[in-house]
């Protein structure tokens, strides 16, 4: 089982920089995908970004390529979304979470093949 905290979260203008950080809990922090999903008022939780175990791979939401970039350190059992050029539609509760057995850019977006999920940060973007 894995724990994860989100933090780095707040309040920014747009156009500004954000750095998100998920530390996980455990020993097995390297077998797992991470992935990164926001939700917004209203809507429905959509996915962000994913890294493969080793960090080899990473995917994106079309919305967020170019501008958002998803790292992890293993050895730290922390995983990093930056966000650059942040525009108001990026208001949004952000999660990571960890999927211990589905990898691969088809299940990397599936929010259902994620096991654990953090409590969320909130990421305001002013206009």
């Known amino acids: 089982q894995v724990q994860l905290v989100e933090s780095g979260g707040g309040l920014v203008q747009a156009g500004d920089s954000m750095r998100l950080s998920c530390a996980a809990s455990g020993r097995t922090f390297s077998s797992y995908n991470m992935g990164w999903f926001r939700q917004a008022p209203g809507k429905e939780r959509e996915f962000v970004a994913a890294v493969s175990r080793s960090g080899g791979n990473t995917y994106y939401a079309d919305s967020v390529k170019g501008r958002f970039t998803i790292s992890r350190d293993n050895a730290k059992n922390t995983v990093y979304l930056q966000m650059d050029s942040l525009k108001p539609e990026d208001t949004a509760v952000y999660y990571c979470?960890?999927?211990?057995?589905?990898?691969?850019?088809?299940?990397?977006?599936?929010?259902?093949?994620?096991?654990?999920w953090g409590q969320g940060t909130q990421v305001t973007v002013s206009s």
């Open positions: 979470a960890a999927s211990a057995f589905y990898s691969g850019s088809y299940y990397a977006t599936r929010s259902d093949k994620y096991d654990y």
